[in-house]
């Protein structure tokens, strides 16, 4: 159990999909071997479904892991993912969509990647998501930001003669 708990916070599909890749297994086999779907097999290891404890019980026992490895796997994960859920974001009905064209904004982790938010609102944004972001981030830590900016915003360069 404890070298499961190195992977706390991680979906237990992707662990399982681990443990099958070392111990060279093929998902499909291995699904009917505890007599599931391999489609659902499948869905769990791509993080696409959680992992019953019925059927979390029949993996650790196909696999001879700890009773409840699993189980607790998919426990830190559920927890994991209603924290992010909790976790307080600007208000998005102030910041456009299209400043953050080439993400889901709803997956932005908005406290990790601070300085990439807020250098793209003082590149891109208008006046009133510069101050929600202000607001969010507080202004010290916007100033830092974007003092810290490793490159500077593009500009159009005169020709010279």
């Known amino acids: 159990m404890k070298s499961l708990l190195k992977y706390k916070g991680i979906h237990p599909g992707i662990v399982l999909e681990r443990e099958l890749e070392k111990r060279s297994l093929k998902k499909r086999p291995f699904a009917i071997s505890i007599g599931e779907s391999a489609q659902a097999i499948n869905n ?10 019925a059927l979390a019980l029949k993996i650790e026992k196909e696999l001879d892991l700890e009773e409840g ?30 400043l953050f064209w080439d993400t889901d904004i ?18 891109r944004g208008n006046d009133d998501e510069k101050n929600e972001t202000i607001r969010f981030y507080g202004k010290r830590k916007v100033e830092t930001a974007l003092k810290s900016m490793t490159t500077q915003p593009m500009r159009l360069q005169r020709k010279s003669q």
């Open 69 to 98: 490895s699993i189980v607790v796997l998919q426990s830190y994960y559920d927890i994991k993912f209603e924290k992010d859920k909790m976790k307080e974001t600007p208000k998005l009905s102030i910041l456009r969509r299209s």
């Open 106 to 123: 709803t997956k932005i982790d908005w406290n990790r990647q601070h300085k990439a938010v807020i250098n793209r609102i003082f590149e």
């Open 44 to 53: 769990i290891t791509k993080g696409k479904r959680k992992i019953p404890v």
